[in-house]
T-cell receptor, first 119, second 116 residues
Framework: ETGVTQTPRHLVMGMTNKKSLKCEQH?????MYWYKQSAKKPLELMFV???????ENNSVPSRFSPECPNSSHLFLHLHTLQPEDSALYLC??????????????????FGEGSWLTVV | AQTVTQSQPEMSVQEAETVTLSCTYD???????LFWYKQPPSRQMILVIR??????QNATENRFSVNFQKAAKSFSLKISDSQLGDTAMYFC?????????????FGKGTKLTVNP
């Protein structure tokens, strides 16, 4: 059982489709993240949202569009993807201090991931 | 830029034995956290243990302990009394506040297999 839930767990989409990944955290956190995990690369941070505001876009192509309507929900809208975008997409959350100092006791918690296959 | 290096792509250990996974990192920051995460075949990323850089005492969590050498920028994970359920990918990660965010930088991982 996890405090961060992701849906769908598996998604197959064509290159012209539009789909979305959903993430919900039940931990009362104020920061949410999207990470991408490909077969032969380290986990890559894609986006960070603190207090519903995007604070990080790690040079992600515009075919990935995040949305954070509130601190508990995070979406990743997918459009015109490429086969190389096939990967495991991990959502995560944490309690951000809002300052430049690390939050005491801060830890990032992950969901189970959404497997995306682009055909 | 911060980097995390795990020099052992794969390791194996016999059940009940002890194994140590290596991790080194590079940073100019003085305020940071280090983590070990475990990712079993289910792909859920599970926190194993964390260490605050300002603490000299090594963190322990049941069968898991770390050897934190700040000057050497080394953060190894020791698993004692290995169990079959410890079979997983293990990722070392580093966190520091940057640009208004707290972000994890991960190593490439070590695949650990516990053999019966």
């Amino acid at each position: 059982e996890t405090g961060v839930t992701q849906t769908p767990r598996h998604l197959v989409m064509g290159m012209t489709n539009k789909k979305s990944l959903k993430c919900e955290q039940h931990l009362g956190h104020n920061a949410m993240y999207w990470y991408k995990q490909s077969a032969k690369k380290p986990l890559e941070l894609m986006f960070v949202y603190n207090f519903k505001e995007q604070t990080e876009n790690n040079s992600v192509p515009s075919r990935f569009s995040p949305e954070c309507p509130n601190s508990s929900h995070l979406f990743l809208h997918l459009h015109t993807l490429q086969p190389e975008d096939s990967a495991l997409y991990l959502c995560a959350s944490s309690q951000f201090s809002g300052t430049s100092r690390l939050s005491s006791g801060n830890t990032i918690y992950f969901g189970e991931g959404s497997w995306l296959t682009v055909v | 830029a911060q980097t995390v290096t795990q020099s052992q792509p794969e390791m194996s250990v016999q059940e009940a034995e002890t194994v140590t996974l290596s991790c080194t990192y590079d940073t100019s920051e003085n305020n940071y956290y280090l983590f070990w995460y475990k990712q079993p075949p289910s792909r859920q990323m599970i926190l194993v243990i964390r260490q605050e850089a300002y603490k000299q005492q090594n963190a322990t969590e049941n069968r898991f302990s770390v050897n934190f050498q700040k000057a050497a920028k080394s953060f190894s994970l020791k698993i004692s009394d290995s169990q079959l359920g410890d079979t997983a990918m293990y990722f070392c990660a580093f966190m520091t506040p940057q640009g208004g965010s707290e972000k994890l930088v991960f190593g490439k991982g070590t695949k650990l297999t516990v053999n019966p």
